[in-house]
């Protein structure tokens, strides 16, 4: 580390690997270490709570120590994670080591290198996130992610062992006596007022949260693939603020009064980020742009706390105690899906936001004087060049120029301001197209059939995570894509929780099926379930269904397609509570088959202030649909449930074709995902594939209309 530009790229460097080792290490929890819904939330947190409560050990270590020994560990996570071994433990493990990390750094690094070293570690993190579709180099096989990543893990080695820049008075000759430890592993920390202040090392784990979700957890396009200039316009305002918010970072804090503007705006922005979207065009481009803002509020927010005074012996907690804020925002955040918090979940966010603000812009206490001095300094302490020092104790180095009393060192690099700033921006531009290319495609082709028969597939797919936990994006969407499916109908589909990594699993897996999609909201605006088809869709309307007391919220999509000629209804839904939201979708089903517009087949007759409606019926429009209701309904043959829904005129095919059980993937015993259908549709086969891409098996049906009239 010879200065602070170094040192702020190893900072940089250490926070992208640990953001890497988090992606893995969160839905590890829900994936590995238990099941959301059925393992106690209480001890999901525990487990996490005690990695990120282990680094705490490390004051009993010696700065350098604590930076060298994390920075080694944190490497060999990475690169273990990468060949696919222990991902829970490794990944915990990995989790603690890069704390360590930033406990070491916390109290070696001088100021000038924190708040920008912060901000591009989180920047580059993203970008790199960006440019690989959200399936990160540890998801990813073959030669080019180990070189990648063998390249990030020895540069962050590299940076590390370089000792601090030597000290311009020449230092005397230690004592024989004296064992003098080799440079690279001396303690040589900046004087108290050249350590950058605790609550910049606090921000970085509310900072780490809010980046995570303003740059994925906006709302998407309800229909895709996106056109061009959606999809244009969204990475430009990522890359270009992402860039600008690092550029901040690193340059003199803004006024005061611009400051705190810049405060209340993130907290505006995170508000309206989280705020469901009740237009899916105009909601989504409002929450991608405050997502956009939000993050550009944050470099000026951690500038501004990298100005204030430093309080020695204060860094490396502050970094230590920011790790546990992020862990216990996240958890709470995304455990009141399967438990009730006894408030809105968006209130944790919005709590970080303010947090951020209000630490960033508190009055900033008075730098120490001569007359603050311990008793036992001397006015020119901070200014002697550092001696030899035997073990235990820690010489100082100023890594700035020396201070005039009462001043606080600047937190830029100084010089070349705007030159170098055209060329970030430039680099900037040029980053766009390039994420475009990565995450875009253009919409593939309507194909209508004319036959009278369909191929379905079924399958809650748990956010895109395997048996052995790790993402398999890709593996299903060549699955299905070797089936020759007409129609794919997705459950738990998340497109954009930082809590599962913050990928787009419908957009990707459309992408390898080549077809268009539709997707329905049902825990929030990036979490539910979706239709995939290359058939023409003439109607498709996303119902809320009621919460009966469950956390988590559900919907049913109903579908209107056209095969054949003739219209075929579907309804697409992962039921929470069955007993309660049974009823509500067999109304929609009802009302489909009578011939009633997919948006207004409501769970129930009326919307209130609404006058009475009749259902249509086959003698009135000529026309009676039959009905697909599909989904992981989370009911077994003979639930009380399964009787509502036959009530409606829905058989269940699959026990007169082998009864194939779905749950769990592993070791199957129940199905509690169907394929219902109603009059006028026939069952030609249907089978559960043994694949381990989910915890639940998929349901693969051939489907045949089988009159006219409809009527079967």
């Known amino acids: 580390m010879t200065s602070p530009r170094h040192q702020a790229v ?232 992402l860039v600008a918010a690092t550029w901040q970072a690193f340059r003199p804090p803004l006024p005061r009064v611009l400051g705190t503007l810049a405060g209340v705006l993130l907290v505006c922005c995170t508000t309206v980020l989280l705020l469901p979207s009740v237009s899916p065009a105009l909601g989504g481009i409002a929450q991608a742009a405050a997502g956009a803002l939000a993050i550009l509020c944050l470099g ?64 900033r206490p008075s730098p120490r004087t001569d007359d603050q001095r311990p008793t036992n300094a001397t006015p020119a302490e901070d200014s002697q060049p550092p001696t030899s020092t035997a073990p235990g104790e820690s010489s100082q180095l100023s890594t700035s120029a020396t201070l005039v009393k009462g001043d606080l060192p600047p937190t830029g690099f100084g010089g070349g301001g705007r030159r170098r700033g055209r060329v970030v921006l430039g680099a900037a531009v040029l980053l766009v197209p390039l994420v475009v290319a990565a995450t875009w495609r253009p919409a593939p082709p309507v194909r209508a059939t004319q036959g009278d028969t369909i191929k379905l597939i079924a399958y809650n797919i748990r956010m895109g995570f395997g048996l052995d936990g790790r993402l398999s994006l890709d593996g299903i969407a060549a699955w299905a894509a070797a089936q020759r499916p007409d129609v794919v109908l997705l459950s ?15 957009a990707r897996i459309a992408r390898g099926l080549g077809m268009r999609y539709h997707f329905a909201p049902a825990a929030d605006n990036v979490w539910g379930d979706a239709l995939l088809t290359h058939l023409p869709v003439r109607q498709v309307h996303s119902h809320p269904l009621g919460r009966h007391d469950y956390p988590t919220g559900a919907q049913a999509q109903a579908i209107v397609l ?49 006058p009475a409606q009749t259902p249509v019926s086959a003698t009135s429009a000529g026309v009676v649909r039959p009905v697909v209701l599909a989904g992981d309904l989370n009911t077994r043959p003979g639930d009380p449930a399964m009787a509502v829904l036959e009530a409606a005129g829905l058989s269940d095919p699959l026990t007169a074709l082998g009864d194939p059980p779905t749950s769990p993937a592993d070791a199957p015993t129940e199905r509690i995902d169907h394929v219902l259908i109603s009059k006028g549709l026939t069952a030609i086969s249907a089978q559960a594939p043994m694949i381990a891409y989910s915890d639940h098996l998929p349901v693969l049906t051939t489907l045949r209309l089988t009159s006219v009239d409809q009527e079967g």
């Open 10 to 241: 190893l900072l940089a460097l250490g926070i992208m690997i640990l953001f890497d080792v988090l992606r893995v290490f969160l839905p590890s929890l829900i994936t590995l270490f238990g099941r959301a819904g059925s393992t106690p939330a209480e001890l999901m947190g525990l487990y996490a709570a005690a990695w990120f409560a282990l680094p705490f050990l490390s004051v009993l270590l010696r700065p350098r120590w604590a930076l060298l020994g994390g920075a080694v560990a944190l490497v060999v996570a990475r690169l273990l994670l990468q060949a696919g071994v222990e991902q829970l433990y490794v990944a915990s493990a990995g989790v603690t080591a890069g704390l360590v990390f930033l406990h070491g750094c916390a109290r070696t690094l001088p100021r000038a290198a924190v708040p920008g070293g912060i901000m591009s570690g989180l920047a580059f993190s993203t970008l790199a996130h960006l440019l690989l579709d959200g399936v990160d180099l540890i998801w990813r096989p073959g030669l080019f992610p180990w070189l990648a990543t063998l390249t990030l893990c020895t540069s962050l080695l590299l940076l590390v062992r370089q000792p601090p820049a030597p000290p311009q008075a020449p230092m005397p000759p230690a004592s024989p006596q004296v064992h003098v430890p080799p440079a690279s592993l001396q303690v040589r920390v900046p004087p108290a007022d050249d350590l950058a202040p605790a609550r910049v090392w606090f921000l970085f784990g509310p900072t780490l949260l809010l980046t995570g979700m303003a740059t994925t957890s906006w709302a998407k396009a309800a229909q895709g693939p996106e056109p061009l200039i959606w999809a244009t316009g969204t990475a430009a305002l990522l890359v270009l603020t």
């Open 300 to 363: 000026p927010t951690l500038a501004a706390a990298g100005r204030t005074p430093a309080r020695p012996g204060r860094q490396g907690l502050g970094a230590l105690g920011g790790g546990l804020v992020f862990l216990i925002a996240a958890f709470a955040y995304y455990a009141a899906y399967d438990m009730d918090l006894g408030f809105p979940q968006q209130f944790v966010p919005i709590s970080a936001a303010v947090l951020v603000a209000t630490v960033a812009f508190l009055p």
């Open 492 to 506: 738990e589909v998340d497109r954009g929780w930082l809590l599962n990594g913050g990928h787009d699993d419908l």
């Open 562 to 610: 056209e095969v054949g000629g003739r219209e075929l209804a579907i309804v697409n839904t992962h039921l929470q509570s069955p007993d309660g939201q049974a009823p509500e979708v067999a109304a929609i089903v009802r009302a489909l088959a009578a011939g009633e517009d997919a948006a207004r087949a409501r769970p129930t007759p009326t919307a209130p202030g609404e």
